[in-house]
């Protein structure tokens, strides 16, 4: 009987984690998982390229019961009261489309961003978005090139409909190789993917050169920018890519409701690009569609709310020094942050170290890639982070 309940525990792990059971992922904590097929090592973790592998939780832990749930970049102090207040006064009209109210939220997007509302393109997410992008662009074949590690999303959903990988190395300062990515695109190639800060190492690529970059390489392939975590940034309006638009490049900037404003759980996203761009992807699939009524109202009112995105900037800034400063004292490297998250090298198996971390109700994630074992902790709330620094004291020292 014991060996019978472990091997359908195993096989029900594994059939979660490929095809449509890989879906369930997003609902475990890992709410940035693509949804697309996963390739596992003989330990049932996912591989994503020869040098980027992540450790997944074990079945019995995909729902943990969690004191700081710190494994999904989520803003722990969001919504806004604004949005709240907005998407309460509109879910009485949640019977309704909201395809004029979306139009609206276009129209204020574009003068946010300064492009006209035809450059712009709304979804429930960035991340869907992306995954949209990839289905339209790789359809018939053809590769992309991007950073490893990278936020995998647009890369396995591209992979899943017939696409290839060209991976490219980070430098050792953790910005992007241009140099090398540029070298990398081919005849083949349909996209080159950054996402800058990059996940999951947080860190930032030089603006000048990302900038010379994007206006070279855009000339031949489309170059997508995922800009989810830039309005963590004190200046971040300045490092976007997003005024190549008006420049004519063949640029799309990803931005997120998810991050900065709070609004995971309320799906609201967009890319800004050429209109011929979106053409192609509104050809075949639409954005919009997927955000509720309320809301469109509460990301309305969220881009009004200069005070809770300053508040959660400001917050999430102490909590990563707070962060920074105690594993200094317990004597661990680690990488300087541009984001809502970080990471440290741990000298203990991924796994282990995950279901450590959940016995002691903290949830974060676990990656290999430069060789190490890697902790990613999301930045909670100030009594989350020190939940977290007690439990690596005991889990790790």
């Known amino acids: 009987m014991g060996t019978t309940n472990i091997n359908r525990r195993d096989w029900l792990r594994k059939s979660m984690l490929t095809a449509g059971g ?58 806004s009261p604004m949005a709240l207040e907005a998407f309460k006064s509109a879910a009485a009209g949640g019977n309704r489309y909201a395809w004029k109210e979306l139009f609206q939220l ?29 289905m339209v662009l790789f359809m018939n074949g053809g590769n992309v ?21 060209k991976p490219v190395p980070l430098k050792d300062d953790w910005s992007h190789d ?10 083949d190639t349909k996209l080159v993917y950054i996402c800058n800060p990059n996940n999951p190492t947080g860190t930032m690529t030089d603006h000048e050169e990302l900038v010379d970059f994007c206006s070279k390489v855009s000339e ?64 075949i699939t639409r954005g919009g569609m997927g955000i509720s009524y309320p809301s469109v109202y509460a ?22 020094e707070y962060v920074y400063q105690s594993l200094d004292q317990m004597g661990f490297d680690y990488v300087p942050s541009h984001t809502s998250f970080l990471i440290f090298p741990i000298e203990m198996d991924g796994n282990a170290f995950l279901d450590k971390m959940t016995q002691l109700k903290v949830g974060v994630r676990a990656f290999e890639f430069m060789d190490k074992t890697w ?16 439990a690596i004291n005991k889990v790790l020292v």
């Open 106 to 134: 276009i129209d204020k997007i574009a003068d946010f961003e300064g492009v006209e509302s035809k450059n712009i393109m709304m979804g429930p997410g960035s991340s869907d978005l992306l995954e949209k992008t990839a």
């Open 22 to 79: 890989a879906m369930a992922l997003p609902y475990i904590g890992l709410a940035e998982t693509p949804r697309a097929p996963l390739q596992l090592d003989t330990n049932g973790n996912a591989v994503y390229s020869p040098f980027f592998k992540e450790f997944l939780p074990k079945l019995d832990s995909m729902f943990p019961d969690l004191a700081a749930k710190l494994n999904a970049n989520e803003n722990p102090y969001g919504p």
């Open 220 to 283: 031949k392939v489309p170059v997508f920018i995922d800009e989810a975590y830039l309005w963590f940034l004190d200046e971040g309006a300045k490092k976007s890519m997003v005024s190549l638009i008006n420049e004519g490049k063949d640029v799309i900037i990803a931005r997120t409701f998810s991050k900065i404003h709070g609004m995971a759980g309320l799906r609201v996203g967009y890319i800004v690009a050429q209109d011929s761009t979106l053409a192609k992807l509104q050809n």
């Open 299 to 320: 990301a309305m009112a969220a881009m009004d709310d200069t005070d809770f995105i300053d508040s959660s900037r400001t917050l999430n800034s102490e909590c990563r």
């Open 178 to 187: 241009l140099k090398a990515m540029e070298a990398a695109v081919d005849s």
């Open 145 to 165: 090139v991007s950073a490893d590690p990278a936020y995998m999303s647009l890369i396995r959903v591209a992979e899943s409909v017939g696409a290839s990988w």
């Open 375 to 390: 902790c990613r902790v999301s930045m909670g709330t100030m009594d989350e982070m020190k939940l977290f620094t007690a």
